[in-house]
T-cell receptor, first 113, second 112 residues
């Protein structure tokens, strides 16, 4: 069964450093998403991406964040200068159509020290 | 008011029993509804979509009440493996996107 994959599974970084989280969505999906979940809290939407551009973003997704689909398979989330409060689990998701279910990757646990 | 609200639980359920819980949502423009399940420190996994007429998938039954803006999930004949956090999820069509809004989850513990 096709699945979303994410790398790395755990990333530890120093405050102020840049990180890039990587995702490989399900191959025939067209809609891509990033969500995050701070430990003990609910899953929160960050950004959606379709047709090589951002289609919607939340208040969390400020200028420190960017997304890219550098090739036909990868979808990346970059945090330019990490803050302590960026520590969370980051989930990538993909969907086949705008109204379809979204399928989540296993997540990258980001720890900012 | 929270966009999607759930009783956090935990619901302690004897193995073989039935458990049911609800969630409420605030945005009347919400278009699609889902139950996801999340195990500790894992990704949300789609359990089932929720349709207006109600739907069943094995031991799981979901209901949607658009007038009252609530969604329910019922689990029959609970198994130990049903222990998880159940996330009520609502899809709202934005100007150009389809973000999912998650509730905080209802924790279910099935005990022998």
């Amino acid at each position: 069964e096709p699945e979303v994959t994410q790398t790395p599974s755990h990333q530890v970084t120093q405050m102020g450093q840049e990180v890039i989280l990587r995702c490989v969505p399900i191959s025939n999906h067209l809609y891509f998403y990033w969500y995050r979940q701070i430990l003990g809290q609910k899953v929160e939407f960050l950004v959606s991406f379709y047709n090589n551009e951002i289609s919607e973003k939340s208040e969390i997704f400020d200028d420190q964040f960017s997304v890219e689909r550098p090739d036909g398979s990868n979808f990346t989330l970059k945090i330019r200068s990490t803050k302590l409060e960026d520590s969370a689990m980051y989930f990538c998701a993909s969907g086949g159509a705008s109204y379809n279910e979204q399928f989540f990757g296993p997540g990258t646990r980001l720890t900012v020290l | 008011r929270k966009e999607v609200e759930q009783d956090p639980g935990p619901f302690n359920v004897p193995e073989g029993a039935t458990v049911a819980f609800n969630c409420t949502y605030s945005n009347s423009a919400s278009q699609s509804f889902f139950w996801y399940r999340q195990d500790c420190r894992k990704e949300p996994k789609l359990l089932m979509s929720v349709y207006s007429s109600g739907n069943e998938d094995g031991r799981f039954t979901a209901q949607l009440n658009r007038a009252s803006q609530y969604i329910s999930l019922l689990i029959r004949d609970s198994k130990l493996s049903d222990s998880a956090t159940y996330l009520c999820v609502v899809r709202t069509q934005g100007a150009a996107g389809n973000k999912l809004t998650f509730g905080g989850g209802t924790r279910v513990l099935v005990k022998p």
